[in-house]
């Protein structure tokens, strides 16, 4: 079992950018697929960003592709997402997930991930 601690969330100005981390305690961030996924208000869950288990690769919502990256830090048990040019439409809480037995099919699925943050929220104004 893995627990995930959200952090860096806050209310920027668009065009400006931020860093979220996810901390994990119980196994290793290695041996999970790491995703972040963001939910607004009377939206679906949506998926942002992930790094595949096994093959250490990289994918993104077609909404922050280019804007948004995503990083690993095994040794520090932690996540990253470094989030650049933030407009008003990324406003959401953010979610890391952990998911250890997922398919890279499944990869932007919520339903797939075993783990969840509590979320930090991200405000974004024009």
């Known amino acids: 079992q893995v627990h995930l601690v959200e952090t860096g969330g806050g209310l920027v100005q668009a065009g400006e950018s931020l860093r979220l981390s996810c901390a994990a305690s119980?196994?290793?961030?290695?041996?999970?697929?790491m995703a972040w996924f963001r939910q607004s208000p009377g939206k679906e869950r949506e998926f942002v960003a992930a790094?595949?288990?096994?093959?250490?690769?990289?994918y993104y919502g077609d909404s922050v592709k280019g804007r948004f990256a995503s990083t690993r830090d095994n040794a520090k048990n932690t996540v990253h997402l470094q989030m650049d040019d933030l407009n008003p439409e990324d406003t959401a809480v953010y979610y890391c997930?952990?998911?250890?037995?997922?398919?890279?099919?499944?990869?932007?699925?919520?339903?797939?991930?075993?783990?969840w943050g509590q979320g930090t929220q991200v405000t974004v104004s024009s």
């Open positions: 119980g196994r290793t961030v290695g041996m999970y697929t």
């Open positions: 790094i595949f288990r096994s093959s250490n690769s990289r």
């Open positions: 997930a952990a998911g250890l037995k997922l398919v890279l099919s499944s990869i932007r699925q919520h339903t797939a991930y075993d783990y």
